[in-house]
T-cell receptor, first 117, second 111 residues
Framework: DGGITQSPKYLFRKEGQNVTLSCEQNLNHDAMYWYRQDPGQGLRLIYYSQIVNDFQKGDIAEGYSVSREKKESFPLTVTSAQKNPTAFYLC????????????????FGEGSRLTVL | GEDVEQSLFLSVREGDSSVINCTYTDSSSTYLYWYKQEPGAGLQLLTYIFSNMDMKQDQRLTVLLNKKDKHLSLRIADTQTGDSAIYFCAESEDSNYQLIWGAGTKLIIKP
């Protein structure tokens, strides 16, 4: 079955540690995204990538880093510079950039919940 | 900047209709979306509407778009317990890569 797999589902981190969240898709999608979800807030875009070896900062990129070495993989590293990293992180992919010709459905993973102790 | 607003909670009785409302500020929106998030899971696209449409119906779901008032609504007929979820409204522009998301409305079903 095609889809997006995020791991781990739950992660605990001590302050000062970097952690990497995995996101893999087998949908053959060009575009991939990382969002952060906090209670009572909409999804906020951290980073996105439209093509392999290229990625762009979203609204809240500070304290995060990504790589896109393969089409199917888009890992997110939460660095120690991220001041408030406890959140639910969602990875998504889409076939193309949203346009008049493609409504751009996003396919989401099940999410990774990061808690900083 | 662009903004999308929704109420945080809606409580309805099982079998009644649910109406979830959303307002947005960007007049150049091309598509407007409703996504559903079940507890502890990712989001799934429920339905979407192109900005030149007024209404879209899909089984129990009806989407109404009032472009003049920048108001979008999602009506779920005969609400069931399986409809318990958070419903997110989002909009996009033709030339803008990013979706703008509402905070999500948590639909609570009373027996």
């Amino acid at each position: 079955d095609g889809g997006i797999t995020q791991s781990p589902k739950y992660l605990f981190r001590k302050e000062g540690q970097n952690v990497t969240l995995s996101c893999e898709q087998n949908l053959n999608h060009d575009a991939m995204y990382w969002y952060r979800q906090d209670p009572g807030q909409g999804l906020r875009l951290i980073y996105y990538s439209q093509i392999v070896n290229d990625f762009q900062k979203g609204d809240i990129a500070e304290g995060y880093s990504v790589s896109r070495e393969k089409k199917e993989s888009f890992p997110l590293t939460v660095t120690s510079a991220q001041k408030n990293p406890t959140a639910f992180y969602l990875c998504a992919s889409s076939i193309a950039v949203v346009s008049s010709y493609a409504h751009g459905e996003l396919f989401f993973g099940e999410g990774s919940r990061l808690t900083v102790l | 900047g662009e903004d999308v607003e929704q109420s945080l909670f809606l409580s309805v009785r099982e079998g009644d209709s649910s109406v979830i409302n959303c307002t947005y500020t960007d007049s150049s929106s091309t598509y407007l979306y409703w996504y559903k998030q079940e507890p502890g899971a990712g989001l799934q696209l429920l339905t979407y509407i192109f900005s030149n449409m007024d209404m879209k119906q899909d089984q129990r779901l009806t989407v109404l778009l009032n472009k003049k008032d920048k108001h979008l609504s999602l009506r779920i007929a005969d609400t069931q317990t399986g409809d318990s979820a958070i419903y997110f409204c989002a909009e996009s522009e033709d030339s803008n890569y990013q979706l703008i998301w509402g905070a999500g409305t948590k639909l609570i079903i009373k027996p």
